[in-house]
């Protein structure tokens, strides 16, 4: 069943807090990867490029858990578990700019290589757990 | 094949770094949470207590990743994969003061709980990647 993020953990959102992804590799072994994150009231969503090893793993296999620990507390995190419901090139480019202004405090995304599609990821939370 | 950590990051675990642990929960879908980490020259070892999630996991599948980010530049990071070895109640208690010492600065954890038994996780490194 899906699940609403704990209100007392929706300010991990608004700070430069990143989230330890964490999706299956085509073995169905745990890969870990930090990622930019944002939350939209429902949805937990990353970027990423296309046929990145994380984009590859979520079309083979949605389900993921993001463990993101406060930048101010390591010892305050939220873990989600869910399931990618969505993948979308449309309107990637203005969201990694709007990541890099939350993470980078700069207007345009400054890593981005030639060719790269950008991919926003939407996550539908189904568990949460927390500590702190 | 087993492999090595890659010298020019052993410095992480140095550092104040904790290891976004993933593990596999009982249909598969992935776990992620931070623990503290260390490194002996061949295993990556993490403490936890027994009967917690992160232990279940790995007493049924022993895949795990872990992401290890510099907490001095949130862009360089440490990924891990590969399979716990060894999980043993012996020393695990010096251990915990151990990281205690390192994490917090303090010569005993003091998070123990009543009744509680810890242990040590030795993981066998398989597979690295890095950025930064």
Not at 23 to 40: E, H, I, K
Not at 59 to 82: F, K, Q, W
Not at 125 to 132: A, D, I, V, Y
Request: glycine share 6%; proline share 7%; hydrophobic share 35%.
């Amino acid at each position: 069943m899906p699940e609403t993020i704990p209100a007392n953990f929706r300010d991990l959102f608004t700070k430069k807090a990143f989230a330890n992804l964490g999706t299956l590799m085509p073995d169905g072994r745990p890969q870990v990867t930090p990622v930019w994150c944002d939350f939209d009231g429902t949805f937990v969503l990353f970027n990423t490029a296309k046929g990145r090893q994380k984009d590859r793993n979520i079309r083979r296999d949605p389900r993921v858990s993001l463990a993101i620990v406060d930048p101010d507390n390591a010892y305050r995190y939220l873990e989600v578990r869910g399931r990618v419901v969505e993948i979308t090139e449309q309107g990637a480019d203005a969201d990694i700019d709007k990541l890099a202004k939350k993470y980078l405090g700069v207007d345009t995304y400054p890593h981005r290589r030639a060719g790269e599609v950008r991919l926003i990821v939407k996550v539908l939370p189904e568990h949460f757990s927390t500590m702190g």
